[in-house]
Each structure stands twice: as structure tokens, then as C-alpha cells.
């Protein structure tokens, strides 16, 4: 919304100056050598950890794409490349720090092995819904530690999206315990991965493009994925029978656009105003379409695709749960960054799921009582 208002000042003045100019008035020289600098174009490449069309992930980045070049009037206009065209999934950080591209689109989990931080702004076990996690960036002090933590990489970033609550993943055999945890290779990146190393697990970061053949040809025992919209697009369903809930490990799931500094400096005040704005138009979008179309996707894979949806028991959830802060805190530890983010993530969290307990959380359960 601020940037909203902002970029409505922001061309509100220019109106003002081109009629300043039309009815002679004495900005008209200044006036003049203004439009030709803001007529010029830029053309900026986008590269993304999606493959081509992705439905909610891969689309999101070209619907943004698009209306960039349509609120600048074609004067920022944006190619997007999928996975593997320009750069593999998971090298999308460093092609934006370089400036190969000046853009990427992707989350932040993924660059943990450079940047440890990072990975709080992605997703945390047990952590922030995507509610919680946009107020906590807006007005928490998040966004700020997370440019903090991009800055010496030459990055801005900039919430692109979110997924809201996952599910737990895709099994090849029913889990009732967490012994059933042990031995078993599953992918899934980030703090989450960590947690099932520590129960005796092997965690695989794989990118999305070659989850279904790692899962259908045993290379992977599970996977968590998405959720019900995404992983019926996947036909994840075709390699495993069991689909688990609830996403203890990504509650809420950031999607992040990054933007190589020096280029942002390049595009007049108005452009950098539309790049954000379209941004935050987007981090909005995709939680509503994801919210909007799992339920339909759900259906789908249960009555038509006769997928086994179970829960996981409440003892593997509470011993999941215990892992996991274990994780976050020896995370913290070890990274002063870390720790800085940690620190704040964990103290908004504490605060606002107060407000919650009494709000949403107590409301949805008296909606559900008979």
C-alpha cells in the first residue's frame, strides 16, 4: 500500500510537469530533458527456479513479468526464463549478484549453503503462517535484516509471494511412527531438511523439475513438494500413494524476487516505484491463488487419482516439533546473522500468535463445532 501511494505521487507529478510544459510555463526545458530520460527503455532478463508455465509458481513470475512492462508502459520490459534455460534451478542467486540477469525469482531456502541466513525468509519448521510472515517483513523490522543480509551480495530482495501452508509430502509407505523416519531419503531443502537429518532421515535438495523421476525410480523414498495445486501439476501422485499433512516444515512459504542492485540504480525513481509495487501486487495474487485452488486439486487427487491422505500422528508432529527448534537454535548459533534474524523472527512470532490464539485460531474452531 505504501508503495502504492508513492508511485501515485510520483505520477502525479509528472502530469503536473507536462502541463506545466503544455501551457508554456517555465519548467518546459527541464521538463523536456526529464521525458527523454524516462522515455528510454530497459530490457531486463528475469531468471526463475520454476519450470516453463509452472501453474502458481512459474506463471506468478510471468503474470509479474507482464504488468511491469504494462504499468511502464513498455519502458521496463522483462524476459523470463525457466529453469534450465539460462541458468539451473538452484543458480539463480548468484546469476542476479553477478548482474547476468537483473532479476530472479525463486526462494530463499535454496542459497542456505551461502548464505545461512537466508533461509529464514523462505520457510521456518513450525514457524510464521504467510499471513504472519508478510506482517512480520512490513512491520517487524523483516524486510529490513532481510536486505541486511543480501546487501553484501549486491541484492535487494523483495517479497514476491507465498504458498501459504504446505503439506507434509508424498511417501511410498505409511508412516505411523518416528521410526518409519529412519533410513528414509526425502527431499526437502532448507531448516525443514535439517530437521529430518536430525531424526535419522536424509534430507535431498533437489529442484522441482526432477523430484517425479527421483521418487518414481527410487532415488527418493518421499518428497515434499508444494501442495494439492502444485503436486497434482507434477502428477506426483503417479509415484507415491501416500500424501501426508499437515506442512510442519513450511507453514507459510516466501517466494522471493531478487533484484541486482546496480540495475535498480539504473531505472528512474518511477520504474524502481513499479518494480516494487507490481511486486507486492504479486506476493498478494499468488497466496490467494493457492488458498483459492488447493481445495479443487485436493479433490482431484483423493476421488479421482485415489490418493491415501493421512495425518501424521501427533507424537512423530510433537518429536518433529522438538527437533526443530533444536535445529533453529543451533542455526543461530553458529551464524551471527543468524542469530540477528532468529531473534526477531522468533520474538514476533511469540507476540502475534497471541493476538492469534484469540482471533483466527479461536474462531476457526468454534466455525468448525457442530
Known sequence: MRNLIKFSKLAAAGLLAVTLAACGGSEETDTSKAASVEQKTYDWKMVTSWPKNFPGLGTSAEALAKNISKLSDGRLNIKVYAAGELVPALEVFDTVSRGTAELGHSTAYYWKGKVPAAQFFSSVPYGMTAQEFNAWLEFGGGIELWEEVYAPFNIIPLAAGNTGPQMAGWFNKEINSLEDFQGLKMRMPGLGGEVLNRVGATAVNLPGSEIFTALQTGTLDATEWVGPYNDLAFGLYRAAK????????????????????????????????????????????????????????LVTL?????????????????????????????????????????????????SVSQWHDISERAFINARAAD
Not at 522471493?256 to 509495487?277: F, G, S
Not at 490467494?288 to 488447493?294: D, G, I, Y
Open 302 to 350: 483423493v476421488n479421482e487419482h485415489k490418493v491415501q491422505l493421512k495425518k501424521l500422528p501427533d507424537d512423530l508432529l510433537a518429536a518433529l516439533k522438538v527437533a526443530s527448534k533444536e535445529v533453529l537454535e543451533d542455526a543461530a548459533a553458529n551464524d551471527p546473522m543468524s542469530q540477528k534474524v532468529y531473534d526477531s523472527f522468533a520474538e514476533f512470532l511469540g
Open 242 to 297: 501416500y500424501y501426508y499433512y499437515p506442512g510442519w516444515q513450511e507453514s507459510g512459504s516466501a517466494v522471493e524476487l531478487l533484484v541486482n542492485k546496480d540495475a535498480m540504480a539504473t531505472l528512474p525513481e518511477d520504474l524502481q516505484e513499479i518494480v516494487r509495487t507490481a511486486t507486492q501486487e504479486a506476493n498478494l495474487s499468488m497466496l490467494s491463488e493457492f488458498t483459492a485452488r488447493n481445495d479443487a486439486a
